[in-house]
């Protein structure tokens, strides 16, 4: 069974650019989550893919964008970057969308190591 | 203020000492919770879910108080691979599909 892996691991871009950022969700996983972590701080929901269509958002605006492609594996887009951008990208899948009222595996992420992203 | 809260720390334990801390949440429709470990510079990994009832897991024992809605996180006999920050997760209903993480708290287990 393989893990989530995520691509690149690590990549420095300027202000203004875009960046693309790839993953792989575990084997049998059809949902795919992103979050936004800070130095210092926790993970932040940007969104999550499931049957190849966004499902749900959080505070993030639309310059942060995703897809997700038929054997579930997905991409997240971050155009015009800013400095606060900086951050650890995080991929997680799971087995189907998380039930925030269930005690469901569909709440249990598992995550990738993440692609660590510098905007200068 | 923040959904999920936690003292960041660090919590400096002795090996083989206890230690515990807690996560408090501000939505009482809250409905699951999780610990999850992270490692410097790597990844989450769930820790362990929070059940009503409490949870007890070798060395491992969260215990959940709605009515003053904070999660516990218990460590006994503390081992330097304890080392990591623990972050508390919470989801509910009407957030649908996003899991709410906290800062973290940062144990660091020393000889």
């Known amino acids: 069974e393989t893990g989530v892996t995520q691509s690149p691991t690590h990549l420095i871009k300027t202000r203004g650019q875009q960046v693309t950022l790839r993953c792989s969700s575990q084997?049998?996983?059809?949902?795919v989550s992103w979050y936004q972590q800070a130095l210092g701080q926790g993970p932040q929901f940007i969104f999550q893919?499931?049957?190849?269509?966004?499902?749900g958002r959080g505070n993030f605006p639309p310059r942060f964008s995703g897809l997700q492609f038929p054997n579930y594996s997905s991409e997240l887009n971050v155009n015009a970057l800013e400095l606060d951008d900086s951050a650890l990208y995080l991929c997680?899948?799971?087995?189907?969308?998380?039930?925030?009222?269930?005690?469901?595996?569909?709440?249990?992420?598992?995550f990738g190591a993440g692609s660590r992203l510098t905007v200068l | 203020r923040k959904e999920v809260e936690q003292d960041p720390g660090p919590f400096n334990v002795p090996e083989g000492a206890t230690v515990a801390f807690n996560c408090t949440y501000s939505?009482?429709?809250?409905?699951?919770f999780f610990w999850y470990r992270q490692d410097c510079r790597k990844e989450p990994k769930l820790l362990m879910s929070?059940?009503?009832s409490g949870n007890e897991d070798g060395r491992f024992t969260a215990q959940l108080n709605r009515a003053s809605q904070y999660i516990s996180l218990l460590i006994r006999d503390s081992k330097l691979s304890d080392s990591a920050t623990y972050l508390c997760?919470?989801?509910?209903?009407?957030?649908?599909?996003?899991?709410?993480f906290g800062g973290g708290t940062r144990v660091l287990v020393k000889p």
């Open positions: 997680a899948s799971s087995l189907g969308p998380s039930r925030g009222g269930v005690r469901s595996g569909a709440n249990v992420l598992t």
């Open positions: 084997s049998g996983h059809n949902t």
């Open positions: 893919y499931y049957r190849e269509e966004e499902n």
């Open positions: 929070v059940y009503s």
């Open positions: 939505n009482s429709a809250s409905q699951s």
């Open positions: 997760v919470v989801t509910r209903a009407a957030a649908g599909n996003k899991l709410t």
